[in-house]
């Protein structure tokens, strides 16, 4: 079954590619080509093992600073990655998130009130 139009180096493992995708839809999709062939309970089974992708959830904080010179900047204590607002703090401004890395900033709920 070769196709001229094919192009094997399309469907090449991509290491740094962070995809999340479902299993089950994957199962769907696959599901009637995977009968054609002779391995179809090796695919499913290779399938169903492969662990699920839980991506690490990152948290963090806001580190207020100033260097005297510029006046306050925030630091986030995940990636370091500086960041100067014209006005009020992160929380202010309505950054959850941490613009660079993604952590999470909001602050979590102990019931402590």
């Not at 469907?11 to 696959?30: F, G, H």
């Not at 580190?63 to 900047?73: F, V």
């Not at 990655?81 to 929380?91: A, D, H, R, V, Y």
């Given at each position: ?42 695919i499913l089974k290779?399938?169903?093992d492969i662990p ?62």
């Amino acid at each position: 079954m070769n196709d001229p139009n094919r192009n094997e180096s399309s469907y090449s493992e991509k290491p740094n590619s962070s995809d999340l995708i479902s299993r089950q839809e994957a199962l769907k999709a696959l599901r009637p080509i995977m009968r054609k062939s002779d391995y179809f309970y090796e695919i499913l089974k290779a399938i169903q093992d492969i662990p699920s992708a839980q991506p690490e959830r990152k948290t963090g904080k806001w580190i207020s600073t100033d260097d005297g010179w510029d006046g306050e900047y925030f630091v986030c204590s995940v990636c370091g990655c500086p960041w100067t607002l014209i006005e009020g703090s992160p929380e202010d401004n309505g950054m959850n998130f941490c613009p660079n890395c993604g952590a999470d900033m909001r602050e979590e709920d102990n019931g402590d009130k």
